[in-house]
């Protein structure tokens, strides 16, 4: 029989035990055995974080968001092998496609991120804050990669995506990944990070695999080390408690079991396209991957006088779905993961059925389509209804992981709010309704229990991404029973992997340090126009003193009629009394402007457009015959990484201060130029 391989330490290893077999959902076949049996754990981290970390680390976020794009190219050519082998864990084509493609799109996802960091790497949080009055001493954050691994213990529920929604992230922030997936599901993650491996475009070190079990990989995590897991909350809260976990201050992120809720608003009556929408989201969430989904949807909270019409409608959707072969077109539900978790299921249910009745769907009889009922792990979707949901608790507490959910009644949107925060801490909740008071009213009391929350109405449903899907971009946890934990989020999910760190000292040296122009620190005066610079030329701090400029009575009043800008301030001097104006004052734009006008090297050269402008700021008003010079320094280079052949550029962003005749500060603004680049420095 096939064992399963290890990739650790840089090597494809077989453990040395007798091996667990893993079986196919569908036909009861052994898949292959999982054998992790005589694997060092204390050396596979310590070889993550030496040899996968260091050359990690160095990288700049660009250079690790170019490195997950090529490996999503790379992967996405590999897709039908994956697919497959993805059957054998029950999951038909859409499953599949969840997972598989759904993996992919997290590397491109978080590739993109790469462009909100800096052309470094490290990163540079939030502004400057000044501690002095004097200017001289001030502080930043820095967020620097953790010098450990992150060890990911994942579900048996998406064995791709689950690995890489977790790994793309600690990849962008610079930190090497061990991946421990569910023993049962292990031989598709396998498949996938024998592509990986055998594509050569992760630094070594950076992807170590444990097919299998690994009970004591925790026993020597230390502080730099991240943990995430998902899984069933009991193990979830055994893994959290472990003495390294708590002695070394491990971050660990947990995202476990969760009753998510969806709620039909009492507008959403049948006839209405909100009520379709919820018939078919919940059907939707109880039937993809065999309902086996952290975000399925298992408690239906519905008003209390359209309780029958929900379960007839749901009944009637759910007739619909075809059971059996997943590589059937037919086919609308394929398998749960193993017999033993139907087991799991039914006795759950069993649960559930104590208090609640069998609305639809029955435990012990299935009918399939080309496949064998009792060699594969079949269950049938299954409605419970409960009646009573503010007394009999069971059903805010069982989670059965299949095809199942409890549709339970609400008399008025409190009561429904309230059920919902029953749940003690739900990765998402849905309200279907096309009153916008009543989403308003929901979400804002709901979200205390809530990691994600959609509001489905005819416009959202358009382009919906809908109840169940985690998107890279948004934040994927929930508090309480849900783990309290969270991942994704984009930028955030990032950060969990990097340190910050309050930086203090005087702002030339926090210049040097954040790769930020920072006021008051000492300008480096440019030998020649700053505009004159290729890209790789220029440096934060790079300076030009400007000559001066007195704005005359005509200039304002040209200023209005070029621009059709004819504010009183400029244009009416007998409207000034009791105003914030003492004279004819200048427009901010012409201001701005006139500061163009004196930095502004007019030659052709290096600097090819005006990007735009930012935090501008008008500190006093400026009078006809004020006169006033310019700062232009520049303050961060932004690398675009545009494979624009022909011309490769950068953003240069320069910090624009205007005094006035005293030295006096009395504008400032950020302007950005695309500036030529020597050579191109990206090769995609
Ligand atoms: P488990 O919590 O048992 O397993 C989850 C992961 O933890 C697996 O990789 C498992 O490895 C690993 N694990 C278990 N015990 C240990 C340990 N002592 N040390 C290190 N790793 C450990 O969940 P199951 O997969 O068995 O699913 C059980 C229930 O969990 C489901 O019925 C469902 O209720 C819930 N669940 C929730 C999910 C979610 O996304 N929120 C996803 C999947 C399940 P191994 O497989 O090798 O035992």
């Not at 052994?30 to 050359?55: C, H, M, N, P, W």
């Not at 229990?449 to 005819?458: D, E, K, Q, S, T």
């Not at 990097?498 to 030339?508: D, V």
Request: proline share 4%.
């Amino acid at each position: 029989m096939k064992k399963l391989q290890n990739y650790v330490t840089g090597q494809w290893l077989e453990g040395k035990g007798e091996g667990v077999p893993m079986f196919d959902a569908i036909t009861g076949e052994i898949v292959g055995l999982s054998d992790t049996e005589g694997l060092d754990f204390a050396e596979i981290l310590q070889y993550g974080r030496t040899k996968g970390g260091e050359k990690l680390r160095k990288m700049t976020f660009q250079e690790r968001g170019n490195m997950l794009k090529k490996l999503a190219l790379y992967l996405v050519k590999k897709k039908a092998d994956f697919y497959e082998l993805s059957y054998r864990t029950g999951a038909t084509k859409v499953d599949s496609w969840i997972d598989i493609e759904g993996g992919f799109g997290n590397l491109f996802a978080n590739a993109s991120l790469r462009k909100l960091f800096p052309n470094q790497s490290y990163h540079v949080e939030g502004d400057a804050i000044d501690l002095s009055r004097g200017g001289r001493f001030m502080a930043h954050h820095i967020m620097v990669p953790k010098r450990g691994v992150a060890i990911h213990i994942n579900a048996f529920n998406f064995p791709v995506w689950g690995m890489l929604e977790k790994c793309a992230v600690n990849w962008m922030a610079g930190v090497p990944a061990v991946v421990k997936p569910a023993t049962n599901t292990s031989f598709l993650t396998e498949a996938v990070v024998r592509e990986i491996i055998a594509s050569g475009i992760l630094p070594e070190g950076a992807l170590q695999l444990i097919s299998g079990s690994a009970r004591t990989i925790l026993d020597t995590v230390d502080s730099q080390d991240v943990v995430t897991f998902t899984g069933s909350a009991s193990t979830g809260r055994l893994l959290k408690s472990h003495k390294r976990i708590i002695n070394e201050s491990v971050p660990f992120t947990m995202e476990a079991d969760s009753l998510n809720a969806s709620i039909l608003g009492e507008d959403a009556i049948p006839g209405t396209p909100e009520f379709d929408l919820f018939i078919k989201e919940v059907r939707k969430e109880m039937t993809v991957k065999c309902g086996q989904k952290c975000t399925a949807i298992r408690r239906v909270i519905v008003p209390q006088n359209l309780v029958e019409d929900v379960q007839i409608a749901l009944g009637k959707a759910l007739d619909k779905i075809t059971i059996g072969d997943p590589r059937l077109k037919e086919v609308r539900m394929g398998a749960l993961v193993s017999k033993d978790q139907v087991t799991e299921v039914r006795d759950r249910v069993q649960e559930l059925a104590k208090t609640a009745s069998i609305v639809y769907g029955d435990l012990d009889k299935i009918e399939t389509i080309g496949a064998d009922a009792k060699k594969g792990a079949f269950l049938s979707p299954i409605l419970l209804r409960e009646d009573n949901p503010f007394k009999n608790l069971s059903v805010h507490e069982t989670e059965a992981f299949g095809p199942v959910s409890t549709i339970m009644p609400y008399k008025n949107l409190e009561e429904a709010i309230t059920l919902a925060q029953m749940g003690k801490g739900s990765l998402v909740s849905s309200i279907a309704t096309n009153d916008d008071n009543i989403a308003k009213e929901y979400v804002i009391n709901a979200a205390s229990h809530h990691g994600r929350i959609l509001v489905l109405n005819r416009e959202s449903a358009k382009e919906s991404t809908g109840h169940g899907s985690p998107l890279p971009s948004l934040v994927h946890g929930g508090p309480g029973r849900a783990g309290g934990g969270e991942e994704m989020g984009g930028m955030r999910g990032i950060k969990h992997y990097l340190q910050r760190t309050a930086i203090q000292g005087s702002p030339t040296t926090l210049t040097e340090i954040t790769g930020i122009y920072q006021p008051n620190a000492a300008y480096k005066e440019a030998e020649m126009h700053p505009f004159k610079y290729h890209w790789e030329d220029i440096e934060p701090g790079m300076s030009l003193k400007t000559h001066k400029r007195t704005f005359t009575d005509t200039d304002i009043i040209n200023f209005a009629n070029l621009t059709w800008d004819h504010f009183y301030a400029h244009t009416d001097i007998t409207s000034l009394d009791g105003s914030i104006f003492e004279k004819r004052t200048a427009h901010g734009y012409f201001i701005i402007s006139a500061a163009a006008g004196l930095f502004v090297y007019p030659n052709k050269g290096p600097v090819s457009a005006n990007y735009g402008l930012e935090e501008c700021r008008f500190l006093r008003p400026l009078y006809h015959n004020d006169t006033v010079y310019v700062r232009l320094t520049c303050k961060q280079k932004v690398d675009r990484d545009v494979a624009s052949a022909e011309h490769p550029s950068g953003i240069v962003k320069w910090f624009v201060e205007v005094f006035d005749a005293e030295d006096e500060l009395v504008a400032v603004a950020t302007i950005l130029t695309m500036v030529q680049k020597k050579q191109e420095v990206f090769v995609e």
